[in-house]
């Protein structure tokens, strides 16, 4: 079992800069696949980046470029740093992980004004 919180959110203007944490509850270190996912009011949940247990990341075309994921297992956490902001990018944000099973966090609300 794994509990996941992230933190990280808030309210933003356009072009700035946050960066999400996912606080994992035990060690990632044998993470099978991590993911940070955003859904917007009514919109579906879409998968913004990921990276496998062998540091490969992907990530959607409308934030490549100004986002990153990384992990630090010593923390067991992941982020996601995002820059150059808009307001398109106005959503709860979600981390994933997969390792017997797939686990989410609760989410964190990232708002962008413009």
């Known amino acids: 079992q794994v509990q996941l919180v992230e933190s990280g959110g808030g309210l933003v203007q356009a072009g700035g800069s946050l960066r999400l944490s996912c606080a994992a509850s035990?060690?990632?270190?044998?993470?099978?696949?991590m993911g940070w996912y955003r859904q917007a009011p009514g919109k579906q949940r879409i998968r913004v980046a990921s990276?496998?247990?062998?540091?490969?990341?992907n990530y959607a075309d409308s934030v490549k470029g100004r986002f990153t994921i990384s992990r630090d297992n010593a923390k067991n956490t992941v982020y996601l740093q995002m820059n150059s902001l808009g307001p398109e990018d106005t959503a709860v944000y979600y981390c994933m992980l997969v390792s017997d099973r797939t686990y989410w966090g609760q989410g964190t609300q990232v708002t962008v004004s413009s």
């Open positions: 035990r060690s990632i270190f044998s993470i099978n696949f």
């Open positions: 990276m496998t247990s062998g540091g490969t990341t």
